[in-house]
């Protein structure tokens, strides 16, 4: 060894040594939180309380705070830090996921979030900043592997370079998939940055093409976001929504390790309270039902439930038979729609209005007869004509009050009603909506029982009364946690508003996402949307009843859209929602090998894709292969390619994605090979290999994929050049194509 490598070898391990020592600190200063946070916690579970269920609330409340900070702290353990910077005046600071400070309130580690860390990943040679130098941190457990520095100033004047802790990021990108999405916190690249700390207010849609990070940096918005603006986002909530709950578990720990665990997490087709389904129509029902028609059709379905009778209706109330008039139930009805409150809670007046008017026709007809009426007889005539069967027969059947499910299942099994609502429809689009009453209900579905659900409006109740009862048990739970703070003497560690929050969820232990999801009217302060491409008008529709005040990350790439009801820009996709928008282009390939990208562009433009130019900003030691072979031989090579890549990798994941008509012969030839090895459905992200369709498998990375038949996936989906394109660009490794071809 050569002296300047010795020296060189010396100094490297007296900065290992020295690093070591201050991550060690760090967590020793973590672990002296989270005892503390412990302590707090057996604090206030011993603390003498009343016997009243007020004092029990506070209580439980207290401590569900202590709890989540302590697994809030326990989720960042893992690489607590990975980044130093140091400052012109030589001033150090080091980041990591959240922000710790010494017993003396002087900062030992600067949250990521924080304005002082951007320069982390915004410095650059030609603008550093401020900064002389940037170290990242590569850690196992807590112990410090490797360090990578970058040194601004005169030797470093590239105002191109695209990438910064290039060795941290290329140890990130080749790492192997756990079939679990990790954060990329520590290797943020400078575009991607910018786009997480933007503005909160307004719609920001982010457009990138497979492997651009899309996903990653919505996330970590929606992490930059709660950490910014705490304080407006505490009580209402940030709802993120994916385009499946394969999706959603495959990027479910990311929030959680970056210190955020207050978030709701929901697929498209969990978005109805009550309703949790995968359920997919067919392409061109799920068209229909999408499209903005079928608002326009459950109005009128709503209007058609408010209707008088034709003709002069005879009831009988306590011996007395009584000519109803339609005019007097047309009036009622009148004087309810001019509320323009929802169906139900109009309904409410009608029956006010009908009554007063058969009470008043009832006495003028008894007088006529001879008898004297005082006030209180009026009040007994009105309590009679409301308890009688002929006059609720009345009633109910000009304005019968309805759910959305009986709406909708009406609206689907009930053709002849169908086709009085729909006049200029075919015969062929109703039977698209045609299925029996027991059937269930649909993704597509989703969006229409939230529409319904707002025409409807919640059955007759003291609505009005509940939510006066509701603000001034807020005002109270307010002044009870103040009090509860005094009391049990932590002030400065809890906000009163946030324990009031918690007041909220006494009794059984819920979560903000079990909460939130529990209720259809909740409104959040920020929703990310990924996959955005895919989303209908009537789903924009519900996702707009969900965040009034529009604030919205919406993350997607137009030229994978395969839904049958998706947009072809992003102008006219979120057109339901909002006219005006932000967009933002991701440019950089960071997940997908230059080969494999390649050779998906490739196919993209022989179907006529458009697709977002970007660079991969790595190659693959394997080349693609493409494995041709006779069209009663498919499954074999698929077998053999799936064996023959485990061979070269038996502890990496692996995907099959497969036209929907192949997957189960697919899935059952793998399963006789690979055994518990293969999954699919649901459990493909805790196996080794995952057999998957086009659709689901969006948004997924593995380190290898093997596709069947791209032919027959263009074939078998609605937009087929879209899916196979997915398809092509899920992997991060090794990609072999397998295409069945006559001989």
Do not use: C
């Not at 982390?120 to 990578?148: D, K, M, N």
């Not at 200029?424 to 029996?436: Q, V």
């Not at 999954?679 to 659709?695: A, E, N, W």
């Amino acid at each position: 060894m050569s002296t300047d490598s010795r020296i060189a070898g010396s100094a490297m391990s007296r900065e290992l040594d020295r690093e070591q020592a201050y991550l060690s600190l760090l967590y020793e200063r973590l672990d002296a939180v989270k005892a503390e946070a412990a302590r707090e916690l057996d604090r206030v579970r011993r603390a003498p309380i009343g016997g009243t269920h007020q004092n029990r609330s506070e209580r439980d409340a207290m401590a569900r705070i202590f709890e989540d900070r302590i697994a809030q702290l326990r989720e960042v353990d893992d690489r607590l830090a990975f980044g130093r910077l140091e400052t012109e005046e030589g001033d150090l600071r080091y980041i990591g996921r959240i922000g710790l400070r010494d017993a003396d309130l002087q900062p030992l580690l600067l949250d990521w979030r924080v304005p002082q860390a951007s320069a982390f990943y915004q410095a650059t040679a030609a603008h550093p900043l401020g900064i002389r130098a940037r170290r990242h941190l590569s850690t196992e457990g807590r112990s410090v592997t490797r360090i990578e520095d970058e040194v601004f100033g005169d030797a470093a004047t590239d105002e191109d370079r695209p990438l910064t802790g290039e060795s941290a990021l290329m140890a990130a990108l080749t790492a192997q998939r756990t079939g679990r999405m990790q954060d990329i916190v520590g290797t943020i690249q400078a575009e991607q940055d910018r786009i997480i700390r933007s503005d909160l207010r307004g719609v920001l849609v982010v457009q990138g093409g497979p492997g651009t990070g899309k996903t990653a940096v919505a996330l970590h918005r929606a992490a930059y976001l709660l950490y910014t603006h705490r304080e407006r986002l505490a009580s209402s909530g940030l709802l993120v929504v994916g385009p499946s709950r394969s999706f959603l578990q495959y990027i479910e720990q990311v929030l959680p390790s970056l210190g955020e665990t207050g978030v709701v997490l929901s697929s498209v087709g969990q978005l109805y309270p009550g309703l949790d389904t995968q359920d997919e129509d067919p392409p061109a029902t799920a068209a229909l039902k999408g499209s903005l028609r079928m608002a326009e059709l459950l109005k009128r379905a709503v209007q058609s439930r408010q209707v008088a009778p034709k003709t002069v209706q005879t009831i009988e109330v306590n011996g007395e038979r009584l000519d109803v008039e339609p005019e007097l139930i047309v009036r009622a009805i009148r004087r309810a729609q001019e509320t323009r409150k929802p169906h139900n809670e109009a309904r409410v007046t009608f029956v006010s209005h009908a009554l007063a008017a058969l009470t008043a026709q009832l006495a003028a007809q008894l007088r006529g007869g001879g008898d004297t009426l005082e006030d209180e007889d009026l009040r007994m005539l009105r309590e009679d004509l409301r308890t009688s069967q002929d006059v609720r027969v009345l009633l109910n059947t000009a304005w019968l009050p309805l759910t959305p499910e009986k709406l909708l299942g009406d609206l689907y099994s009930r053709p002849s009603w169908l086709a009085s609502l729909t006049p200029s429809w075919s015969a062929e689009r109703r039977a698209l909506l045609a299925r029996r009453r027991d059937e269930p209900f649909t993704v597509a579905d989703v969006p229409l029982l939230d529409e319904a659900a707002e025409l409807l409006g919640e059955a007759p109740s003291a609505s009005g009364a509940k939510e006066a009862a509701a603000r001034r048990q807020r005002q109270l739970d307010v002044e009870n946690a103040e009090n509860a703070i005094r009391n049990m003497g932590v002030e400065g560690l809890v906000s009163a508003e946030a324990l009031a929050d918690n007041f909220a969820a006494s009794g059984p232990r819920l979560t903000a996402s079990e909460r939130a999801m529990t209720d259809r009217t909740w409104t959040y302060g920020h929703v990310v949307v990924d996959e955005a491409q895919e989303l209908s008008p009537m789903q924009w529709r519900l996702l707009r009843r969900r965040a009034p005040l529009r604030s919205f990350t919406i993350v997607g790439d137009i030229a994978q859209a395969s839904s049958p009801s998706a947009a072809a820009n992003w102008a006219d996709a979120v057109k339901p929602l909002t006219s005006e928008f932000r967009l933002e282009e991701l440019t950089v390939n960071y997940r997908t090998p230059t080969q494999i990208a390649q050779l998906a562009e490739e196919a993209a433009r022989q179907y006529g894709l458009a697709v977002t130019p970007s660079r991969s900003v790595r190659d693959s030691e394997w080349e693609p292969r493409r494995l041709r072979v006779a069209p009663d031989r498919v499954i074999p090579a698929v077998v053999r390619a799936v064996g023959e890549d485990r061979d070269v990798d038996s502890t990496g994941t692996l995907a099959v994605i497969a036209p929907n008509g192949r997957i189960t012969a697919v899935a059952a030839a793998l399963r006789e090979r690979f055994g518990e090895e293969v999954g699919l459905g649901l459990d493909t992200l805790s196996r080794p290999i995952s057999v998957l369709g086009p659709h689901t498998a969006k948004g997924l990375e593995f380190d290898a994929v093997v596709v069947v038949d791209p032919e027959g996936i263009v074939r078998g989906e609605p937009r087929g050049a879209s899916s196979l394109y997915v398809a092509l660009t899920r992997a991060t490794q090794r990609l072999s194509v397998v295409i069945p071809a006559q001989s």
